[in-house]
């Protein structure tokens, strides 16, 4: 559980204090967020080769249709809005959720692949 929540925070999988990202970005002003290369406090090298991130991008993928299904289910069903501001509203959460998704993507891919140097 503990992995989950430090892969949440952001956190570095070997020292569980540094930060991955540099910044948390702004979807206001479409900033993404910026990756350290390697921890600040234990020098981990996040990405472990070329084009290692590929793969969070299938994670960013489970993560934005997870969000659009739920917003769906919830404004849909539950709510009973129109067909047209249910699309409107997911692609508004679907834009506003995009910085968080490419963190927690990349977080839990780096997650993902990360092996314990004992
Ligand atoms: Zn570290």
Redesign the pocket.
């Known amino acids: 559980m503990g992995k989950v929540i430090n892969a949440l925070n952001c956190k570095?999988p070997?020292?569980k204090?540094?930060k991955i990202f540099r910044d948390g970005g702004n979807i206001i002003l479409l900033h993404i967020p910026e990756m350290n290369h390697r921890?600040p406090?234990?020098s981990?090298k996040f990405e472990r080769e070329t084009g290692f991130f590929f793969g969070a991008m299938f994670v960013s993928y489970a993560l934005a249709a997870a969000e659009m299904i739920t917003s769906l289910v919830v404004f849909w069903y539950f709510i009973d809005f129109s067909p047209l501001s249910v699309f409107a509203i997911i692609v508004v959460i679907a834009f506003l959720l995009s910085t968080i998704n490419f963190k927690l993507s990349r977080s839990f891919w780096i997650y993902l692949f990360y092996k314990n140097k004992v």
């Open positions: 570095c070997n020292c204090e540094g921890c406090v234990c981990y």
